[in-house]
T-cell receptor, first 113, second 113 residues
């Protein structure tokens, strides 16, 4: 069965610090990979996605993620975080015949001004 | 823009009550989903539907049922609410020009007392 593992439950950073959130998945076939973000009181929204091609994908608000197939990883990065990046971040994998999303447990990011 | 709306943002019900959560999407998407979101557990799929009157169990269907009488509407039903169903419920839809991208509603925070 597919699964997604996010290594950090809660990350606390100061503004301008660099961010890397880990995501590993287990699935042997072709996958689509996503990062979703949920700002406080708001709905879940897509941050970026990887389907194929260049393994370094860029998303909204300066976020990027790198797909490393050999490591089954899809880590999220941002060179310099802002207070407004405070949110919960979810990694998700989509594969198999039904194409349903499997979510990780989420990482809460708190950015101190 | 795709819009997924949910009938209530907050709901308080008593144990044993029958609860209906409604979700409507305006993009003629074939696929619709119900998740529950709990702290530390991420999003877990309850039920999904590929078409009108079609439904499939997700990972945690026990205690829930669904109804999809019209393409745009997907209802989640708690036949007899229990306190362990206190949670945030998220509806999502997928289809159309972006068949792999899932769009989420704002969520309904249900409290069962």
């Amino acid at each position: 069965a597919q699964s997604v593992s996010q290594h950090n439950h809660h990350v606390i950073l100061s503004e301008a610090a660099s961010l890397e959130l880990g995501c590993n998945y287990s699935y042997g076939g072709t996958v689509n990979l996503f990062w979703y973000v949920q700002y406080p009181g708001q709905h879940l929204q897509l941050l970026l996605k990887y389907f194929s091609g260049d393994p370094l994908v860029k998303g909204i608000k300066g976020f990027e993620a790198e797909f490393i197939k050999s490591k089954f990883s899809f880590n999220l990065r941002k060179p310099s975080v802002q207070w407004s990046d405070t949110a919960e971040y979810f990694c998700a994998v989509q594969g198999g015949s039904q194409g349903n999303l499997i979510f990780g447990k989420g990482t809460k990011l708190s950015v101190k001004p | 823009d795709v819009k997924v709306t949910q009938s209530s943002r907050y709901l308080v019900k008593r144990t044993g009550e029958k609860v209906f959560l409604e979700c409507v999407q305006d993009m003629d998407h074939e696929n619709m989903f119900w998740y529950r979101q709990d702290p530390g557990l991420g999003l877990r799929l309850i039920y999904f539907s590929y078409d009108v009157k079609m439904k499939e169990k997700g990972d945690i269907p026990e205690g829930y049922s669904v109804s999809r009488e019209k393409k745009e509407r997907f209802s989640l039903i708690l036949e007899s609410a229990s306190t362990n169903q206190t949670s945030m419920y998220l509806c999502a839809s997928r289809g159309g020009d972006s068949p792999w991208e899932q769009y989420f509603g704002p969520g309904t925070r249900l409290t069962v007392t």
